[in-house]
């Protein structure tokens, strides 16, 4: 089947979730409201429908290859990039004084949502485009502005991440690649680089890599790193391609998933080395990597929801088409669909719940960036920013977890089928599997939840979170129809064990950190399904009020479904989760090294 995208999911999301009106009231969004976002979306619907998602397949079976130094993308894939760039899709969040639209993160993630939905391995491109922008913007001289800035929000050059390296995988300061100093104010690089999504493909007339590498002579470990900017050509005097700088594809890696998306092993420096130009200063590379790797990590775990819920569209369509024995009920005296079946309704409702779930997640956290920077009030500012940063981690970890969970059960659901690859279920579940891997494997962002997120401020922002929660508790109880109590009953046991835990990180930070520690995954992901939780339990209030009025009756009498089942079967899971962080972190370490 083909992908059709959830325009009315989305767009309830960014009215009552994220309150796109709001976002329209702040200095730079006047025009954003939900009328902007609704023709946007619309637009971006029909591309990504149309254009992107009949080439997820062909991607699949026919990848990106690698021959003589260039790569050569999927038929069809130079063509659709030429139209997105056409489109103004690249730099539709990015600044009006570079050539991009200036629209709030807000939609922004839902449109980052369908790209991803209608073809991983073609969003891949885009997204470490963003990254790179993002990094400029906030570091770059405004020389390197000038060169690069307008030329990457339009999409004619590309962006890419190079961090890791062979013997350097997170560990960054373990980085090799070095940079001498040259007389003109730029560096030489020697080096290689792995793993650098699309550090090599032919959609674009130029490549922009930015580059962790140790300046001569720099102190050891991550203090001593530097952020540069070496291109694929050089720009010549007019600022368009020139000389082609010393850095070479030398091959590709063949992965178990995302296999149109070029994963390349870049060297550096073979012939003399490649031309460099400093981001900020000296030794902050790390630093300045990591507004990139932020901006990455939020993007991922849209990717993860985006591949679920294409995962879900297509094993619904199979329930309701496969014919398999009969309804236990004996409702039918025939072989029915297998949408009859219980268990596959369980299943069904899984993945649907936790999609919405996470996307209400991801569009809240949205509206947060866009208050955190364009807010007038300076303590508003503030306090969007420390919700923001808290839901990052969640945001990546758990809807990316999610990912590869709700794949996993599209796969089920088509039985046997689902493991020939013919039928296409399998590669949602594989091209999933990368995503609580890069930018930071899930136990990468549980150990930014723990450190930076909740033991540093004493756990203030997780217990501001858990007060709205509770806020949101009252007003269910306020609500009183059975669905409401039901889903605040939850609601409030996951909260409580969330601060359970909240607490234990906090006074275990120092004390105890490898208890504390061996729980982190586990906290993270209580924390991101109370929090995915507790937006569709704000949904169900919407949903209750809308239908009063009559309004759309189907999508939301679904709605108060989906959010009485999210509660009934995942946020129940909370209690033993909290159990197992708090009482049970001593199992995870006691065993002897040389026992596994």
Not at 167 to 186: K, Y
Not at 303 to 314: C, D, F, H, S
Request: aromatic residues 8%.
């Amino acid at each position: 089947m083909s992908y059709i995208a959830p325009l009315r999911d989305m767009l309830f999301d960014i009215e009552h979730l994220a309150r796109i009106d709001e976002v329209a009231r702040m200095p730079g969004f006047e025009d954003a409201g939900l009328e902007t976002a609704r023709a946007v979306l619309e637009e971006c619907a029909r591309f990504n429908e149309g254009v992107v998602a009949p080439l997820n397949r062909e991607g699949d079976l026919n990848p990106s290859y690698w021959k003589d130094g260039a790569v050569v993308t999927t038929a069809g894939f130079r063509q659709a990039f030429a139209q997105f760039t056409e489109g103004g899709w690249q730099g539709l969040q990015h600044p009006v004084d570079y050539g991009g639209q200036g629209l709030p993160k807000t939609i922004g993630a839902a449109c980052g949502e369908m790209l991803n939905s209608a073809n991983l391995s073609f969003a891949l491109c885009p997204m470490l485009s963003d990254g790179a922008i993002e990094a400029l913007l906030t570091a770059g001289s405004d020389e390197l502005k000038a060169v690069y800035l307008e030329k990457l929000v339009s999409g004619r050059w590309t962006g890419t991440m190079n961090l890791t390296e062979p013997q350097a995988g997170s560990d960054l300061s373990l980085v090799r690649t070095r940079a001498e100093p040259q007389p003109d104010g730029s560096y030489r690089l020697f080096g290689t680089k792995i793993f650098i999504t699309y550090g090599e493909h032919d959609m674009a007339e130029n490549i922009v890599h930015l580059v962790l590498a140790r300046v001569t002579g720099a102190p050891e470990g991550v203090k001593g790193i530097s952020l540069f900017v070496v291109p694929k050509f050089l720009p010549d005097a007019s600022g368009n391609p020139g000389a082609r700088n010393d850095v070479h594809c030398v091959s590709l890696e063949h992965k178990l998933g995302i296999k149109a998306s070029p994963t390349a092993v870049l060297q550096y420096g073979d012939n003399g080395g490649a031309a460099g130009f400093i981001v900020g200063q000296e030794n902050r590379g790390l630093e300045y990597m990591f507004i990139m790797m932020n901006a990455a990590r939020y993007a991922v775990g849209v990717q993860g929801i985006a591949l679920a819920e294409r995962a879900y569209q297509k094993a619904a369509q199979f329930a309701k088409d496969r014919v398999q024995s009969r309804p236990v009920d004996g409702s039918l005296s025939a072989s029915a669909p297998i949408v009859h079946h219980p268990d596959v309704r369980r299943m069904l409702m899984t993945m649907r719940a936790c999609v919405e779930g996470c996307r209400a997640m991801a569009v809240v956290a949205a509206a947060a960036y866009d208050a955190a920077h364009h807010h007038a009030d300076a303590e508003v500012r503030r306090q969007n920013h420390a919700f923001y940063e808290f839901m990052v981690p969640l945001v990546k970890g758990y809807s990316t977890e999610m990912s590869v969970d709700v794949s996993s059960l599209g796969v089920q659901i088509h039985g046997g089928m689902g493991f020939i690859e013919e039928t296409g279920a399998a590669q949602y579940y594989r091209d999933a599997r990368i995503l609580p891997i890069y930018e930071g494997t899930t136990a990468i962002q549980a150990n930014d939840l723990v450190g930076r997120k909740t033991a540093r401020d004493g756990g203030q922002t997780a217990r501001a979170i858990a007060a709205q929660i509770e806020r949101t508790e009252a007003e269910l109880t306020r609500n009183g129809s059975a669905d409401a109590l039901a889903v605040a009953r939850r609601l409030k046991a996951a909260r409580l064990a969330f601060v359970d835990v909240v607490d234990f990180v906090v006074n275990g930070a120092k004390g105890r950190p490898n208890a504390v520690f061996a729980g982190s995954v586990p906290y993270l992901i209580l924390a991101g399904q109370l929090v995915a939780g507790w937006q569709l339990a704000r949904s169900l209030l919407v949903a209750q009020e809308l239908l009063a009025g009559d309004t759309d009756v189907a999508f939301m009498k679904a709605k108060i479904i989906t959010a009485r089942f999210y509660a009934d079967h995942v946020l129940v899971r909370a209690g033993a989760t909290r159990d197992a962080i708090v009482e049970g972190a001593d199992s995870v370490t006691a065993l002897a090294i040389d026992a596994f």
